[in-house]
């Protein structure tokens, strides 16, 4: 052990990559070393979605072009668990990008600007007054933790992984669709619900395709999870047969993340930043490395600087998701709130914002919803009284 890191991020997703593009941006001679334990390209259960707010945060990073070669898709259109539906073009484009070329390019943009990459699986942490000791191998004066969805460096450090309360899971695969589909597809299911299937183009006549849900509600079905999960997508999406299927867990936000612990910061899944509503976690990821990355390198205590950095970012945000998911475990809260949209372009684009980035609610917004749902209760009632 002759060097002594000044920051070594475990993990090159899209958390870790930022992580250690920042920290190098911000500080050009500092020592910032990435270790994964897969050689990249490598593949990542993902729907692949990358939101418009994922492609500011490209920029921040500055690497605006990373996927500009890919085409952008503008339509959304999503039925609700009760029927109702809502199709818009979304007020800026996103993307869909095969994770194993994405992650790629951003570990290769981190190399291109100093980054050491290595491979290497952390298994062990010794956490001393002035570093943190890695495998006995490897010392650093801060680790940024973005090793994913079950982090090893998170249970190394004591904190709990998300309960399954707040935690999904979710296959995902390609299908072959008309290379003009141009529209990002959402089928939400009520049966198990919260449970929604989606049909992501690439705009390369693919698309990626899945389905996800609550794991508790996966146990509830008593059966199989690999033929609960391929299951619904074959029935939700019967026209798009899916090949190279692929399941992973999604840890949810509880609302209040623990970023981590001394000279420890937790970034992406590793966080549980996935937003609870949707299952978007890219953008988080990147937000949320960038942030680490920042205070790795210009903070004296960069654990404190990190949690004042997220909270400013996202506290706002991740309370909203938070009380908005506990809402949604109603579906008619969820038709309420896609009818609305279907009416109001301005309420569409507030969900997407919500829903895909930092978005919150606006106390109106919230009470028009909160009066459809009530008002379709009323009705129902009524029709079965
Ligand atoms: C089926 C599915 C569909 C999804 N769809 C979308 C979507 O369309 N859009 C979206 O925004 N989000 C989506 N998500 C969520 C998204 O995939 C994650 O939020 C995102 O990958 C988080 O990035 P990350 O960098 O935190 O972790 P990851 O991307 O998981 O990267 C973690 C890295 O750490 C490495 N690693 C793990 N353990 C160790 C170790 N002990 N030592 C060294 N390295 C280690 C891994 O090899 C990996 O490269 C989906 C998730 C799933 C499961």
Same mark, same amino acid.
């Given at each position: 052990?002759?060097?002594?890191?000044?920051?070594?991020?475990?993990g090159?997703?899209p958390? @870790?990559?930022?992580?250690a593009?920042?920290?190098?941006?911000?500080?050009?001679?500092?020592?910032?070393l990435?270790?994964?334990?897969?050689?990249?390209?490598?593949?990542?259960?993902c729907?692949?979605?990358?939101?418009a707010?994922?492609?500011?945060?490209?920029?921040l990073?500055?690497?605006?072009?990373?996927?500009d070669?890919?085409?952008?898709t503008?339509?959304?259109?999503v039925?609700?668990?009760?029927?109702?539906?809502?199709?818009?073009?979304?007020?800026r484009?996103?993307?869909?990008v095969?994770?194993a070329? #994405?992650?790629?390019r951003?570990?290769?943009a981190?190399?291109?600007?100093g980054?050491e990459v290595?491979?290497h699986r952390?298994r062990?942490?010794?956490?001393?007054?002035?570093?943190?000791?890695?495998?006995?191998v490897?010392?650093?004066?801060?680790?940024?933790?973005?090793d @994913?969805?079950?982090?090893?460096?998170?249970?190394?450090?004591?904190?709990p992984?998300?309960?399954?309360?707040?935690t999904?899971?979710?296959?995902?695969?390609?299908?072959?669709v008309?290379?003009d589909?141009?529209?990002?597809?959402?089928a939400m299911?009520?049966?198990?619900?919260?449970?929604y299937?989606?049909? #992501?183009p690439?705009?390369?006549?693919?698309?990626n395709v899945? #389905?996800g849900m609550?794991l508790?509600?996966?146990?509830?079905t008593?059966?199989?999870g690999?033929e609960?999960?391929?299951?619904r997508?074959?029935?939700?999406?019967? =026209?798009?047969?899916?090949?190279?299927?692929?399941? =992973?867990h999604?840890p949810?936000s509880p609302?209040r993340?623990?970023?981590?612990?001394?000279?420890?910061?937790?970034? @992406?899944?590793a966080?549980s930043?996935?937003?609870?509503?949707?299952?978007e976690?890219?953008?988080?990821?990147?937000?949320?490395g960038?942030?680490?990355?920042?205070?790795a390198?210009?903070?004296a205590?960069?654990?404190?600087?990190?949690r004042r950095k997220?909270?400013?970012?996202?506290g706002?945000?991740?309370?909203?998701?938070?009380?908005?998911?506990?809402?949604?475990?109603?579906?008619? #809260?969820i038709d309420?709130?896609?009818?609305?949209a279907?009416r109001?372009?301005?309420?569409?684009?507030?969900?997407?914002?919500?829903g895909? @980035?930092?978005?919150t609610?606006p106390?109106?917004?919230a009470?028009?919803?909160?009066?459809?749902?009530l008002?379709?209760?009323?009705?129902?009632?009524?029709r079965h009284?």
């Amino acid at each position: 052990m002759d060097t002594i890191w000044d920051v070594v991020v475990v993990g090159g997703g899209p958390a @870790g990559a930022a992580a250690a593009i920042r920290a190098r941006q911000l500080r050009p001679d500092a020592r910032v070393l990435l270790v994964d334990k897969a050689d990249f390209p490598r593949d990542k259960a993902c729907g692949d979605g990358i939101a418009a707010h994922g492609r500011e945060e490209l920029a921040l990073l500055g690497v605006p072009d990373l996927i500009d070669d890919y085409r952008p898709t503008r339509g959304l259109s999503v039925v609700s668990p009760g029927g109702a539906r809502v199709t818009a073009a979304v007020a800026r484009p996103n993307h869909v990008v095969p994770r194993a070329v #994405f992650d790629a390019r951003l570990v290769e943009a981190a190399r291109a600007r100093g980054v050491e990459v290595r491979r290497h699986r952390v298994r062990g942490l010794a956490a001393r007054d002035d570093r943190v000791v890695l495998d006995d191998v490897l010392a650093a004066r801060v680790v940024v933790a973005a090793d @994913g969805a079950n982090s090893a460096v998170r249970r190394l450090i004591g904190v709990p992984p998300s309960p399954d309360g707040h935690t999904a899971i979710a296959v995902r695969g390609y299908a072959e669709v008309p290379a003009d589909d141009d529209v990002q597809f959402i089928a939400m299911q009520r049966d198990g619900w919260p449970a929604y299937a989606w049909s #992501f183009p690439i705009g390369d006549g693919t698309a990626n395709v899945g #389905f996800g849900m609550m794991l508790p509600r996966l146990r509830a079905t008593g059966r199989p999870g690999r033929e609960v999960l391929h299951g619904r997508l074959a029935e939700l999406l019967p =026209h798009l047969p899916a090949r190279d299927l692929r399941a =992973h867990h999604l840890p949810l936000s509880p609302g209040r993340p623990r970023p981590g612990a001394g000279r420890v910061l937790l970034a @992406g899944d590793a966080a549980s930043l996935i937003n609870p509503l949707t299952g978007e976690g890219i953008y988080y990821a990147l937000l949320s490395g960038r942030l680490a990355g920042e205070a790795a390198v210009e903070a004296a205590d960069p654990l404190p600087a990190y949690r004042r950095k997220l909270a400013r970012a996202l506290g706002r945000h991740l309370r909203t998701t938070d009380l908005l998911s506990r809402a949604a475990r109603s579906p008619g #809260f969820i038709d309420a709130a896609i009818a609305t949209a279907a009416r109001r372009k301005e309420v569409f684009d507030l969900l997407v914002d919500v829903g895909l @980035g930092a978005g919150t609610v606006p106390p109106p917004l919230a009470l028009a919803v909160a009066r459809r749902w009530l008002w379709n209760g009323v009705r129902l009632r009524t029709r079965h009284a």
